[in-house]
């Protein structure tokens, strides 16, 4: 009998069920789509770089504005940390596999017809979406945004939020049921306790949102009038409904950039992390106070003095267990021999980052601040901060830290230094100033602005310019490292960290073979 024809490399990955490939399928995926993003941010950018604007129409800036930011999160951020989890997570608790291949890959392919959908919805008559991401009631009423871009957008939110609540099964199941043999939950890599925790989190918010744009379909096109207060309905309901997952999903793209920075911190300051019980607990805190302060997005809605009063406390409150992690992190630090790798670069970038934009949050769950600072500048610059700062500096950080073990191959040190300071200057330089044309009175979603700003908005898009560069030699640096070939003698441990992490990634070849490990490992 003839032996069966080995597949291609493309058609290995297509019909793969291997969680290593369908991780690495994801993060190729977020790196094309960044793209994409980084393109639309562009375009804004050369829009802002004059006050009398005229790049493109209004019209058209609403639905750039609107689709950068569902491609950036829905597209980039979470899919990326996707990618890591499902390669990590199965290795690091001595797991073969994902406990679900098949719906692995499912969770995998429902982002294709959604980035397309997406995509597409540009070239529709109308155009794309142009209500925000937020997309709030009644701007993309029937009444006011007739369009099928809207009903495309809607789809596209429930193709991902499918995507993502299948993929959160499937690591709850793996991780409760999969781990090695003495590996209790309290022994668990805080990469996997992250997980666990981020699961939870898009099992409870996602269906709310999805529940949400569904209600606005229906008004859109049935009849209904859950949002419409001639029907008895109230434009405010879509706003808790989507706050109550909207801002855990703050947490949920950066709660495994938590993970990863645990792991990069304690590696290269040759270090156990500084109070592992405590950061388990703040990971766990984080996940269940993330669902108790959505309203802090709503102070200006006439929600009453109580009311507010309640969530801005809260918000207060989850500064806690995310203050327990910073200062755990900086203990970690102190005394440790440190190595100034780029990927301990990108971690520190990340605390340093964070930190600013953690306190901006504060401010702005300040009642009175809110309402002055509400729609301005100001609290697009801290969500850049939380999420650039924090969600894309922890995801290179991983990049530069565990591509010797997906690939056997370093990314250069050398060029990975100048991406670190292109992108931490090049932030600074844009989403630091919108702080401050944000406190000078500069509105979001605007296409022009007054005179005044105009330089502000010139100097953030040389920023941009920074981290343009910075992403070109990123994703140049990582094509030219994956054509080198394979050098012998590549070591399993490649930062030789395993005696300080015990995490069992480092305990197996890279890249790893297809089962992970040989035998499943025993942890003590």
Known sequence: MAEAKPKSLLLRYLSSTDHKEIGIMYLIF??????????????????????????????????????????????????????????????????????????????????????????????????????????????????????????????????????????????????????????????????????LTNAFMILVGTPVLAGAVTMVLFDRHFGTGFFRPSEGGDPVLYQHLFWFYSHPAVYIMIVPGFGAISHIVAAFSRKRVFGYTGMVYAIAAIGFLGFMVWAHHMFTTGLSPWVRAFFAFMTMLIAVPTGVKIFSWLATIWGGTIRFTVAMKFALGMISLFVIGGIGGVWLGNVPVDIQLHDSYFVVGHLHYVLFGGSVMSLLAAAYFWFPKMTGKFLSEKIGNIVFWCMFVGMSMTFFMMHWAGMQGMARRTYIYRPEFEALNKFMSFGYVFMLIGGILFVWNVYQTIRQPLAAGTKDDAWEVNDIQGSLEWMTSSPPPKENFKTIPVVA
């Open 30 to 195: 977020a790196l094309v789509m960044g793209i994409v993003g980084g393109f639309l941010a562009g375009v804004l950018r050369m829009q802002l770089w004059e006050s009398s604007g005229g790049v493109v129409s209004p019209e058209l800036y609403n639905q750039v504005v609107t689709m950068h930011a569902t491609i950036m999160i829905f597209f980039v951020i979470i899919p990326a940390m996707a990618g890591f989890g499902n390669y990590l997570v199965p290795i690091m608790i001595g797991a073969r596999d994902m406990a679900f291949p098949k719906l692995n890959a499912f969770s995998f392919w429902l982002l294709i017809p959604a980035a397309l959908i997406g995509i597409a919805s540009f070239f529709v008559e109308g155009g794309a979406a142009g209500g925000g991401w937020t997309s709030y009631q009644p701007l993309t009423s029937a009444q006011y945004s007739g369009t099928p871009g809207v009903d495309m957008w809607i789809f596209v939110v429930h193709l991902t939020g499918a995507s993502s609540i299948l993929g959160a099964i499937n690591f709850i199941v793996t991780i409760l049921n999969m781990r090695a043999p003495g590996m209790n939950l309290m022994k668990m890599p805080l990469y996997a306790w992250a997980w």
